[in-house]
């Protein structure tokens, strides 16, 4: 008898763990999206007053779903604010809109510092030498639930989605490349010709940017991208959503590849 009721107990602690989550993400989906959060909304994020109707009010449930699953913590003496949570919770959503996927389902922590922070690096030399040093970012993903955000550099990012620059897009850019199971600079993508499309394109597209960088030539996707074929796809989407006509019209083919992975024309936002 007494091993029934254990597993008993076993099988009705599994049941809870699946529906009452599902019971209160639920919960806070219903509930409105706040006025406060509205005005944030319109005031931090650049881009948000042009979006049409349609994906204002789904980038507001993905945003209460993200804010319902991760945890914020701020660093550096930060305090964590509705401000912080909803204008970085938004610019992530953004990836995400006319996407049917999960709100990245491997993100758990979001941690925020008040301005670029500082880190220790390993730095290979020449012959294999390793040499320590600190090194101050603006953000960092990481593939074990994390991702690491300054915030001044969040919030400029976010007023001015123009310039090509914005860190959110950025690292969680690099959040939906690690779903695929390596952060390699493809993502989780759909048939094997969609897959060749992105291996040549995105190919083709990383090798001009590193002859460009090498000479020291201006370009339209920041030189950083040059580093690595993950870095080029997280720049490449910063790229696409803050510079999506200049693309179109000088890298049409990476423009069309993304395009059809993010399922989204940001050009459209600009009329």
Same mark, same amino acid.
């Given at each position: ?198 291996? #040549?394109?995105? #190919? ?68």
């Amino acid at each position: 008898m007494g091993y029934w009721i254990f597993v008993a107990l076993v099988l009705l602690g599994i049941v809870l763990a699946v529906v009452v989550p599902r019971h209160r993400l639920k919960r806070a989906l219903e509930r409105p999206f706040p006025e406060e959060w509205v005005a944030i909304l319109e005031r931090n994020i650049g881009i948000y007053k042009n979006l049409p109707m349609e994906l204002r009010l789904q980038l507001r449930q993905m945003i209460k779903q993200f804010l319902h699953q991760k945890h914020f913590s701020g660093a550096g003496g930060l305090e964590i604010t509705d401000e912080i949570r909803v204008t970085i919770a938004a610019e992530a959503c953004m990836l995400l809109l006319h996407r049917k996927t999960s709100i990245y389902p491997a993100l758990r922590y979001i941690v925020v510092y008040p301005a670029a922070f500082v880190v220790d690096r390993p730095d290979i030399g020449s012959g294999g030498t390793v040499r320590h040093g600190r090194k101050g970012l603006l953000g960092e993903s990481w593939s074990n639930g994390k991702v690491i955000l300054a915030w001044d550099h969040v919030l400029s990012g976010s007023s001015n989605f123009a310039d090509g620059q914005n860190v959110v897009l950025h690292e969680f850019a690099h959040q939906l490349d690690s779903e695929s199971g390596s952060t390699n600079g493809a993502p989780v993508l759909v048939g094997e010709n969609g897959l060749r499309t992105w291996a #040549s394109t995105m #190919s083709e597209e990383f090798e001009e940017l590193q002859r460009e960088a090498w000479k020291g030539k201006r370009s339209l996707m920041d030189h950083y991208g040059a580093t690595n074929p993950a870095e080029f796809f997280a720049v490449a989407t910063e790229t696409f959503f803050e510079k999506p006509r200049q693309m179109k019209k000088h890298h049409r083919e990476l423009f069309e590849v993304l395009e059809r992975y993010y399922r989204i024309d940001p050009g459209a936002w600009l009329d």
